[in-house]
């Protein structure tokens, strides 16, 4: 856990908003520091796998709740994979977290 960092850049599309509550769907390409490739046995009998490329898409979803006019709290789930766009090893990577944000 943690052998891995990435830097991301993209864009975030509100999709849903209410007074307090809002959605975005995010939509970004990641870079990564990980491994490429892994013993190609590993890959196959445990899909323990390399991410394949060193730059892939990121997908993802956030949800928000404001706690005042410049302070909300949101909850992000994250993809990064490109599984659908090029072939061979891909392993793939899931975020949760928390955010606090804060607009000046």
């Given at each position: 856990m943690g052998d891995t960092s990435m830097a991301y850049a993209g864009l975030s599309v509100r999709v849903r908003e209410t007074r307090q509550w809002f959605a975005d769907l995010l939509l970004s390409v990641a870079a990564h520091d990980g491994p490429l490739h892994k013993d190609p046995v590993g890959c196959e009998r445990y899909s323990d796998c390399g991410f394949g490329v060193r730059v892939m898409p990121r997908f993802g979803l956030e949800i928000g709740y404001r706690l005042g006019p410049t302070r909300s709290v949101t909850l992000f789930l994250d993809h990064m994979s490109h599984k659908w766009v090029i072939r061979g090893?891909?392993?793939?990577?899931?975020?949760?977290?928390?955010?606090?944000?804060?607009?000046?």
């Open positions: 090893e891909n392993e793939g990577i899931d975020h949760i977290g928390l955010r606090y944000l804060r607009a000046w």
